[in-house]
């Protein structure tokens, strides 16, 4: 998605609403060893050997050859030697032609043709059939990867083969930090980005934690720390499968008969939380829904993970926005910039935890005309409240969220008379566990919204987009310390993005009139208005208690303790893990803040 709007960059010569974002926080100038340009994500990647299918780790920018080395294996062999080799994994119709499509544009430079005007291009041809059999047949993340990598960003672990290797367990990854050599290697991957910057804001992390790369996780963070210091800001971003989390535990009668699947993976969460949250400064969760409703304008198919990574990637896109807008001096309009550090700072400063919530609606709902009238309806209603006998400290917090509530603070907005705020319609919790709407014990959040479209089909102006995010935010009547963040850049929807926007939104993403969200097929979308929320809640205390209950029945059975033995895991490390687990689920006590 970032690389899509590079695109647009470049397209508005600077000039547009794309210019508001700032790509060079997440990506870096370079060029090959031809001279040549070229502009990476600033990114190291951990996986599997073989699991980027037929892409090489070294990229296709510059022309990385190593994989395709035929030497003899053993150079001290004199004998007879054989060599047998397997067929290269192929490509996706789409990465191939991504990778040609380079010395297209040079052809149709030479040649004077414009391939446009003959109808769509082999790469957007090649992008429709990712999403043909809604996705099914995408065997790599790399099948749909947009982006051109750095040689250094992809590391893959030796010993460890893709679909062969036992690796869903959170032990099966601390063999890889054992090696030295793989450790020094990991890190100097690390040091060559972090060099490059001249501010390093933290660091940006997503991991799977819930298999041997949570566990590789930690210790990385932790060398991290120790480089870096534990006062830079770390936001970590845990990606889940699509399953329910902190489900309701067994009878402790039934313990032993948990199946051993269910068994590894309430180990996995309980160390999850034990450990990770112990090397950031905020931790969230990210999942897709458990329900397709829940997003009741997309048509995307739950269970499938191409489609998941879709959801995530354009949460994840918005939600990283306040501290990837441009500094003051570059194009005005944006709204609510802020470092890493402000934005971890604001999350965890109550309570000292790191935990914290996501939630998307996508596309974002239209916002009302009348803004300014919502706007002065909101403000008479808090001070109705406030005249209307509420005790001296309520009427103290009450009068700190009406001046929150104004232009230049805190937010509000609503749309449809009787549909509610549309800072709560279409909004799905990416955090299983913790409500989107409804959620009452929030108590900080940071709440994006980006391209700001009103019911009328138009875009929004900031300033009035601000003033009816204010408005939408004090009908919710939730007082809470919040950062507000606003961009006119839509979210532009890249071409290997799934086809899940139903029918019945423009191209714009907004609701046509007359039209029924779920009915036909999908609808191709240039770009749409996105919000997102990422809240500290207080809906943490009881699933963290939940997580704690259910890593303490599994560990307490014979099968348990023996899975914790052979990740390295003794009696002590685990009545650490369950300590942990309980200062966090107390972490929300008043009486702790």
């Known amino acids: 998605m970032q690389d899509e709007l590079l695109g647009l960059q470049a397209q508005q010569d600077g000039r547009g609403p794309a210019a508001q974002v700032d790509s060079d926080v997440l990506f ?11 502009y990476t994500p600033r990114l190291v990647l951990w996986d599997l050997s073989g699991a980027l299918g037929g892409v090489s780790a070294g990229g296709s920018l510059y022309r990385d050859s190593s994989a395709s080395s035929s030497g003899a294996v053993v ?18 119709a789409f990465t191939a032609e991504l990778e040609a499509e380079a010395e297209a544009e040079e052809w149709e430079e030479q040649s004077g043709v414009d391939a446009a005007a003959a109808g769509p291009s ?7 059939q990712l999403d043909a059999s809604g996705g099914g047949g995408l065997r790599y993340w790399t099948d749909y990867l947009k982006a051109h990598l750095h040689p250094r960003s992809v590391q893959q672990l030796a010993g460890a083969w893709h679909g062969l290797t036992p690796f869903g367990g959170w032990g099966d990854g601390s063999e ?23 501010s390093l804001q933290g660091f940006q992390v997503l991991a799977d934690d819930l298999s041997g790369f949570g566990h590789l996780a930690a210790h990385v963070l932790q060398e991290v720390r120790d480089d870096y210091g534990s006062s830079l800001p770390v936001m970590l971003y845990a990606l889940r499968p699509q399953a329910p989390l902190y489900a309701q535990p ?7 008969a948990v199946p051993s699947e269910a068994r590894r993976q309430r180990l996995n969460e309980g160390l999850s939380l034990a450990l990770l949250t112990q090397q950031c400064s905020t931790y969230t969760v990210v999942a897709p829904p458990a329900a397709a409703s829940a997003l009741p304008a997309l048509r995307w198919q739950p269970g499938n993970a191409y489609h998941a990574s879709g959801l995530c990637a354009a949460a994840l896109d918005t939600a990283t926005l306040p501290y ?29 935890s790191p935990l914290a919530a996501l939630s998307l609606a996508l596309p974002c709902p239209g916002l009302p005309a009348d803004a300014q009238r919502l706007a002065q309806q909101a403000d008479a209603r808090l001070q109705h409240g406030m005249s209307s006998g509420s005790s001296g400290a309520a009427t103290a917090a009450a009068t ?3 001046a929150a509530a104004r232009p230049g603070s805190s937010s509000s907005g609503s749309s449809d008379s009787g549909a509610g705020p549309f800072t709560l319609r279409w909004l799905a919790s990416l955090t299983p566990g913790i409500p989107a709407a409804g959620d009452t014990a929030r108590f900080a959040e940071s709440v994006v919204l980006r391209g700001p479209r009103s019911t009328a089909a138009a875009p929004v102006e900031l300033g009035a987009a601000a003033t009816a995010l204010d408005a939408a935010l004090a009908e919710e009547r939730l007082l809470c310390v919040r950062q507000r963040t606003l961009t006119a850049q839509p979210l532009a929807v890249p071409l290997p993005f799934p086809h899940m926007f139903s029918q019945g939104l423009s191209k714009d993403g907004d609701l046509l009139p007359g039209a029924q969200l779920g009915s036909g097929g999908s609808q191709d979308i240039a770009s749409c208005a996105a919000f997102i929320r990422l809240a500290a809640t207080k809906a943490f205390a009881p699933a963290v208690t939940a997580a704690a209950r259910q890593f303490r029945t599994a560990a307490g059975t014979a099968q348990g303790q023996a899975t914790l033995e052979a990740w390295g895991m003794g009696r002590e490390e685990r009545a650490e893990a369950e300590e942990v687990l309980e200062r966090l689920a107390h972490a929300y006590d008043d009486d702790e803040a």
């Open 324 to 352: 990837r807008l441009a500094a003051a001096g570059g194009p005005a309009g944006m709204i609510g910039r802020c470092d890493m550090w402000g934005l971890t700072h604001l999350l965890t400063a109550q309570y000292h």
């Open 250 to 256: 067994p009878a402790a009668a039934a313990a032993e």
């Open 122 to 128: 082999p790469l957007e041809a090649a992008a429709r």
């Open 28 to 38: 870096r100038q370079g060029e090959t060893a031809a001279g040549e340009g070229t």
């Open 75 to 92: 150079s001290t062999w004199a004998g007879r030697q054989e060599v047998h080799q397997a067929r290269p994994v192929s490509k996706s």
């Open 400 to 402: 700190a969220g009406a």
């Open 176 to 198: 890889h930090w054992r090696s030295e050599e793989q450790r020094e290697q990991m890190m100097e991957r690390i040091r060559f980005f972090a060099e490059e910057c001249d």
